[in-house]
């Protein structure tokens, strides 16, 4: 199984940009689609960004699109969060998540096989 951690986190101001990375061990990560989830203080954690194994196919939520972008390097075993226009609402820890079904990363999170440790961004108004 997949191993992720997450890095890149920290405190921005609206507006401003982030970068998130997910590093994942072993010679499987082409194997899985990708995402990114994020929970806030006293909500459920939340569907954020997802793509396929290849990369082709790309998921936003509503929330997010036009300024969040997730993409995947299967040579470096790392998938990437670019986040800009930053809002306070997305203050949230973001979490790695990695599955065999593309499908369970976009609607059925409870099911979703590995979880990396997460990390903390904070927007500031």
């Known amino acids: 199984q997949v191993q992720l951690v997450e890095s890149g986190g920290g405190l921005v101001q609206a507006g401003g940009s982030l970068r998130l990375s997910c590093a994942a061990s072993g010679r499987t990560f082409s194997t899985y689609a990708m995402a990114w989830f994020r929970q806030a203080p006293g909500k459920e954690r939340e569907f954020v960004v997802a793509i396929s194994r290849s990369g082709g196919d790309t998921y936003a939520a509503d929330s997010v699109k036009g300024r969040f972008t997730i993409s995947r390097d299967n040579a470096r075993n790392t998938v990437y969060l670019q986040m800009n226009s930053l809002k306070p609402d997305d203050t949230a820890v973001y979490y790695c998540?990695?599955?065999?079904?593309?499908?369970?990363?976009?609607?059925?999170?409870?099911?979703?096989?590995?979880w990396g440790q997460g990390t903390l961004v904070t927007v500031s108004s």
């Open positions: 998540a990695a599955d065999s079904s593309i499908v369970v990363l976009t609607t059925q999170y409870r099911r979703v096989e590995v």
